[in-house]
Each structure stands twice: as C-alpha cells, then as structure tokens.
Nanobody, 126 residues
C-alpha cells in the first residue's frame, strides 16, 4: 500500500534545478521526521536529507550540502526537496520516506523509515 507520493522529478542539465514534493496518500499515519533517499543504477540506496516536523531540524548527506534544501509544510503534511546545482552524479530515483518513531534523529538509516513513496526519477545530463 502506498503511503506517500513523490513527484517533481525530471530531466535537467548539469547545473540546473528541480524541486521534489512528497505528499501523503490516502492512509493516515504519524511520523516524527521525513526523509529523502536516492538510488542510482548499480548503487545502494543512500540517504539524502531529512527534516523533523516539530522543530524543522534538517540533516543532509555531505554530497548534497550547500546544494539541496529540505523543507516541510506542516499544514499540508508535505515535504519538499529543492535541488540546485545538479550534477550527473545526482541522477537517481528519489524516494521520500517517513520515520514514525524519531529514530532518524539519531541515525539517518533507511531502516528507521517505515513508510515510503514510489519514487520519482531525476536525470541530470552533462
């Protein structure tokens, strides 16, 4: 069952920008934080960014710091990932996910996220 819907992916040239959105689907669930992960062909899924609902505390992978910004709209229960200065290395399927217990506040491990979106493709050409 799909709990989250990620959108906003597409094809962009090196140095371009995209904004991803993650919105809830029909099922109601609670979460402490929301995160974005990505998986490129032939690579393992990796953490990108996360944000807590209450305080807005953010976490970023070193590879995207200074280029990506995660934000949330509590009223809409929607999370965004603004991606600037995109590189070909950013090409991947991007997944949004929800952490229901706050475990990701300690460690941004994908095991801490119980609910996932289907994913949206981001392709950056050189």
């Amino acid at each position: 069952q799909v709990h989250l819907v990620g959108s906003g992916g597409g094809l962009v040239q090196l140095g371009g920008s995209l904004r991803l959105s993650c919105a809830p689907s029909g099922r109601t669930f609670s979460s402490v934080s929301m995160g974005w992960f990505r998986q490129a062909p032939g690579k393992e899924r990796e953490f990108v960014a996360a944000v807590t609902w209450i305080s807005g505390t953010t976490y970023y992978a070193d590879s995207v710091k200074g280029r990506f910004t995660i934000s949330r709209d509590n009223a809409k229960k929607t999370v965004y990932l603004q991606m600037n200065s995109l590189k070909p290395e950013d090409t991947a399927v991007y997944y949004c996910a929800a952490d229901p217990r706050g475990g990701s506040l300690i460690s941004q491990d994908d095991d801490e996220f119980d609910y996932w979106g289907q994913g949206t493709q981001v392709t950056v050409s050189s």
